[in-house]
């Protein structure tokens, strides 16, 4: 099994920087997908970015410019680095990892006041 553990999260001013981790621990496989998601109050989860094993990385039209997703050498932690935020970013942001199965963290809360 994969385990993962969300960091980062926090209040901030619109316009502000936040920087999430996660990192990933167990029977972490090669060919992967790790991403970040987010669901905001009465809506759906809805994919942030994503980065494939083949370095592939898929960003929402509504983050595309503002964000960056990044893995570190090792591979088993991914990063967002999310810039210009603004109030609709307000979310709880969860990190995904699937290989044949999916797994998720727990998630961490970012709130942007304006």
């Known amino acids: 099994q994969v385990q993962l553990v969300e960091s980062g999260g926090g209040l901030v001013q619109a316009g502000g920087s936040l920087r999430l981790a996660c990192v990933a621990s167990g029977r972490i496989s090669s060919i992967n997908v790790m991403g970040w998601y987010r669901q905001a109050p009465g809506k759906q989860r809805e994919l942030v970015a994503q980065?494939?094993?083949?370095?592939?990385?898929n960003y929402a039209d509504s983050v595309k410019g503002r964000f960056t997703i990044s893995r570190d050498n090792a591979k088993n932690t991914v990063y967002l680095q999310m810039n210009s935020l603004k109030d609709e970013d307000t979310a709880v942001y969860y990190c995904r990892y699937s290989d044949n199965q999916n797994y998720w963290g727990q998630g961490t809360q970012v709130t942007v006041s304006s």
């Open positions: 980065i494939i094993w083949t370095g592939n990385i």
